[in-house]
């Protein structure tokens, strides 16, 4: 279930998201009524999850270096994202990064539909903007112990994202030096988490450049379904 988290600052309930996907995908969330969460470390850009130049060179003082080191490489592999794109309107480079190929989905929502949907899920979900910094000479603030989860390269500014958090930290153990234990773990690429689609989503949009056999889905007029 959605709940607000004291540092993670949730987007007003009306601001427009959109996630971008391919059909397969769009079946499965019809198919299951869930959300797949990636872990934080399976997402394309490296750098998830990494602490800035700053925050290390604070670490590489301090006496217990190495079991916060290790806390950041087990946040890596239990932090779970599912990421959406603000915007008003339809984004042409979102189309193309994440439904290429002519055939892709596009759901259109809202921050207020999406905390909403999340209500029958047994996971603790945080709702939270991206922040897009220079990981070479910018710090952040770690008010949380995953508030690296909420940063990513200013490279990837355009996608004006914000994404659904959960971490399944409470499902790991502590070794005897206080630390996780991370030797020969093994984890799931993502969880999958139950959504109520009829409150989750607003309208569905097909690619502009759908092919004709995607005409069922569509109304007359425009690409809404």
């Known amino acids: 279930m959605y709940y607000e988290h004291c540092e993670i600052k949730t987007p007003e309930d009306n601001i427009i998201i959109w996630r971008y996907m391919n059909i397969e995908k769009f079946l499965s969330i019809l198919e299951n009524s869930e959300l797949f969460f990636s872990r934080l470390d399976a997402l394309e850009d490296k750098y998830e999850g990494h602490l800035p130049k700053k925050n290390k060179d604070i670490i590489v003082n301090l006496i217990n270096k190495k079991n916060i080191i290790d806390h950041y490489l087990f946040l890596k592999k239990h932090c779970h994202v599912n990421c959406w794109h603000m915007n008003d309107e339809e984004s042409v480079s979102m189309w193309s990064s994440y ?127």
């Open 99 to 225: 439904a290429p190929g002519n055939s892709g989905i596009a759901i259109k929502s809202t921050i207020g539909r999406l905390k909403k949907a999340f209500k029958d899920a047994v996971e603790d979900i945080i709702i939270g903007p991206v922040s897009y910094i220079d990981y070479d000479n910018d710090s952040i603030k770690e008010d949380s112990s995953f508030a690296t989860s909420f940063y990513k390269r200013k490279n990837y500014k355009s996608e004006q994202e914000v994404r659904a958090f959960t971490s399944t930290m409470s499902n790991c153990t502590l070794n005897s030096n206080g630390g996780y234990n991370l030797e020969n773990e093994t984890v799931a690429s993502g969880i999958s988490i139950k959504i109520d689609l009829s409150l989750l989503i607003e309208k569905i949009y097909v690619h502009p450049n759908a092919p004709v056999s995607y005409t069922h889905l569509t109304l007359p007029t425009n690409r809404e379904v």
